[in-house]
């Protein structure tokens, strides 16, 4: 298993930027592929971006390619969100979650989560 804490949101104006991370703990985190999802009230839960187990490879949502970028560093256990050029819509909740699997783009995909951090982008 592993476990996984967010931190690193708060409140931004739009335009602004934030960096997310997902601190990982338990078992070996080279093995597992990281995604960054967010739910904002109301709305399901949508995939923002996601990193292969090495981080060689990322995978983005249309609506944040461009603007954000998702990184690892395995061995801080560490996986990161870097959101550029913030904008109002991007307010929601955001996880961090761990798959086994190569990589994931899906919600179901994923077997581990973290509890979330609130991002709040003011216009």
């Known amino acids: 298993q592993v476990q996984l804490v967010e931190s690193g949101g708060g409140l931004v104006q739009a335009g602004g930027s934030l960096r997310l991370s997902c601190a990982a703990s338990?078992?070996?985190?080279?093995?597992?592929?990281m995604g960054w999802y967010r739910q904002a009230p109301g709305k399901e839960r949508e995939f923002v971006a996601a990193?292969?187990?090495?981080?060689?490879?990322?995978y983005y949502a249309d609506s944040v390619k461009g603007r954000f970028t998702i990184s690892r560093d395995n061995a801080k256990y560490t996986a990161y969100l870097q959101m550029d050029s913030l904008k109002p819509d991007d307010t929601a909740v955001y996880f961090c979650a761990a798959t086994r699997r190569l990589v994931a783009t899906t919600t179901y995909d994923y077997d581990y989560w973290g509890q979330g951090t609130q991002v709040t982008v003011s216009s």
């Open positions: 990193t292969r187990r090495s981080g060689g490879s990322t």
């Open positions: 338990g078992n070996t985190f080279s093995n597992y592929a």
